[in-house]
């Protein structure tokens, strides 16, 4: 029911910031927890940041606390991650998921395509 894609990635110097995008197709979008994942070459899928259907409650993973924020315009099907104060360690492909709860589990029925975050030193 859900088709996402993400757009924003890109390359950036260590101390930038970044905003992703994940535009969502269908009519049932304002019903989904919304949230992001990340995965670097060599290792585990990872949890970032997930919002709820409402945008009431929002979770994310320590290491990005402070420092990103989730947001979601149900109005515009659209999910939003801003990165600020970017670090070599968050270079990732980055992707949007979509599911009925909130979880940090990667078992989420829709995701996006992924787009690439570089963070230079």
């Known amino acids: 029911q859900v088709q996402l894609v993400e757009s924003g990635g890109g390359l950036v110097q260590a101390g930038g910031s970044l905003r992703l995008s994940c535009v969502a197709s269908?009519?049932?979008?304002?019903?989904?927890?919304m949230g992001w994942f990340r995965q670097a070459p060599g290792k585990e899928r990872e949890f970032v940041s997930v919002?709820?259907?409402?945008?009431?409650?929002?979770r994310f993973i320590d290491s990005v606390k402070g420092r990103f924020t989730i947001s979601r315009d149900n109005a515009k099907n659209t999910v939003y991650l801003q990165m600020n104060s970017l670090k070599p360690e968050d270079t990732a492909v980055y992707y949007c998921?979509?599911?009925?709860?909130?979880?940090?589990?990667?078992?989420?029925?829709?995701w996006g395509q992924g787009t690439q975050v570089t963070v230079s030193s």
């Open positions: 998921v979509a599911g009925g709860l909130m979880s940090s589990r990667d078992n989420y029925p829709y």
């Open positions: 269908g009519r049932t979008f304002s019903n989904y927890a």
């Open positions: 919002i709820s259907a409402s945008g009431s409650e929002t």
